[in-house]
């Protein structure tokens, strides 16, 4: 039997690891992007990818073949193959897969550094190409793009703005590898409406196969989450530090460019975040605004200067955005109280009437972060209660809660988040406030068993990626969108 005692006693002179070279063994096929990176000149390679354009000059095929590992100051390989040699390659179409197995070297071509000579051409899969929704040397954009989602990731632009997503994503959990936090998956399945909105997916019952008569699951009343939030609190009170990276569902019949049905949300959670006391690590609500700030400006920072190259190809697609300067660059932004942001807009000529305790559209985002604010990103601290969840911390006016929500130029409300209310009878008397004592008693019982206060917030990921690349419809920042009477594919 093996033991674990055998494995810890192994000496560490034992525990070598191995290499073998790309060339010569790989669990994985070979790529382009790693032949351009080790540069196996007059070495035999194979390589499988899409038939993007074909040429025929003098006795040689010239084929452009691209598999999207490439970065994009190179868009394919250029395969030279002599017409003696590949007499079908006529019945080649472009989009056609196909598997070349030839030699690297270096080209004669003043374009291009590299080609591959071709020994053999094989085809995996015919393409139609008449009908093929992408034509070649076409210009291409996003609203094209989404018109076939199962496709368009065949699309250097759609590449280029899902490897910034994948980027978003391992950036995202250096970060937080590094500040100690601990990942947890909190459920899709709750019983709990978090933001009190009452814009949730409800589970139905399902039918029996065997007496197609209607069954409940589960034994209460279920649905899609729209935060994980709560669940994360219990996390946070065990582990002090914890995140989440998980889908959201929000039954929003809004058909706007920032709204999804399905969506996915980073949301954090911190223990130790007190408003009043001054012995912590937080000790006032500005302190997690700066943890909020410090994120943001560390991913954006580490994705510009990972994906410079991406950055380039958006902008020579017309898409560019104005304010990634703010976060590269601004290591504070203006934070006003909802009071302070009701006057602006009472102030106003459009905006006079607002009312009391009104909550604020997007409209009046704009007006404050085009006009009052100067078009740059800013918060908006201290909310009325009764606009907010149960869960938010009430501030010693026993009228605002320390809350905040983060309005950025050109989408409004990128993101929000709170100190926890803490206290044990304060939070009673919010949740029989709204009649969910009973259903939230767990959540309760993180207080009544000498839970520690936290506070937090959440980021949408897709709203994110629009606002450091300039994007304008959040359908083109995640595969397969799902909103309001679509969910195709």
């Known amino acids: 039997m093996f033991r674990l005692s055998f494995i810890l006693n192994i000496r560490p002179s034992s525990r070598q690891i191995i290499y073998s070279s790309r060339f010569t063994h790989s669990i994985y096929p070979l790529t382009i992007r790693e032949v351009y990176d080790k540069k196996p000149l007059n070495q035999s390679i194979n390589l499988i990818g899409y038939l993007l354009n074909a040429r025929k000059l003098k006795t040689h095929y010239f084929l452009d073949l691209f598999d999207g590992s490439l970065t994009n100051n190179q868009k394919h390989l250029q395969v030279v193959a002599s017409f003696n040699n590949h007499p079908d390659l006529p019945h080649l179409t472009y989009g056609c897969s196909i598997n070349v197995q030839g030699k690297f070297v270096q080209s ?59 980027q978003l994503m391992f950036s995202l959990y250096e970060y937080f590898y590094k500040h100690n936090f601990v990942q947890i998956q909190t459920p899709c399945l709750t019983r709990n409406d978090c933001e009190g909105g009452g814009e949730t997916f409800r589970i139905q019952p399902y039918k029996s196969h065997k007496t197609q008569a209607e069954k409940e699951y589960f034994n209460d009343q279920v649905y899609l989450t729209v935060s994980g939030q709560l669940h994360l609190e219990t996390a946070a009170n065990g582990f002090g530090r914890a995140y989440t990276l998980n889908p959201a ?120 972060c085009q006009t009052i604010m100067n078009n740059q990103a800013f918060f908006i601290i201290n909310y009325p209660k009764k606009l907010k969840p149960f869960y938010m911390s009430i501030n010693d006016d026993d009228a605002t809660v320390a809350n905040f929500d983060f309005i950025f130029p050109s989408i409004g409300e990128l993101s929000g988040g709170s100190l926890r209310e803490h206290r044990f009878e304060n939070l009673k008397l919010r949740l029989d406030e709204f009649d969910l004592t009973h259903d939230l008693q767990w959540y309760l019982d993180l207080r009544r068993f000498g839970g520690m206060p936290t506070g937090g917030f959440g980021l949408g990921i897709e709203r994110f990626l629009m606002a450091i690349t300039g994007i304008d419809n959040v359908r083109d920042v995640i595969l397969f969108p799902r909103y309001y009477q679509h969910c195709d594919g």
């Open 249 to 368: 569902f929000r039954a929003d019949k809004n058909l706007s460019r920032f709204h999804l049905a399905e969506f996915w949300m980073l949301e954090v959670e911190v223990a130790g975040t007190y408003n009043y006391l001054n012995f912590v690590c937080f000790t006032k609500l500005d302190q997690l605004l700066n943890a909020y700030i410090d994120l943001l400006r560390t991913l954006a920072i580490d994705i510009y200067s990972k994906c410079s190259e991406e950055f380039k190809y958006l902008i020579k697609n017309n898409i560019q955005s104005t304010h990634i300067d703010r976060f590269l660059q601004q290591n504070d932004y203006p934070r006003i109280s909802y009071e302070e942001a009701v006057n602006y807009l009472r102030n106003s000529v459009d905006f006079h009437n607002f009312p009391d305790d009104g909550d604020f559209t997007r409209a009046h985002e704009n007006y404050l």
């Open 108 to 166: 004669n071509h003043p374009k291009q550094e590299f080609e591959l000579q071709a020994e053999t051409i094989s085809l995996i899969n015919s393409s139609d190409a008449s009908n093929y929704p992408f034509k070649p040397n076409a210009e291409q954009t996003l609203l094209m793009l989404r018109k076939d989602e199962h496709l368009r990731l065949r699309s250097p632009l759609a590449q280029v703005v899902f490897r910034l997503r994948s």
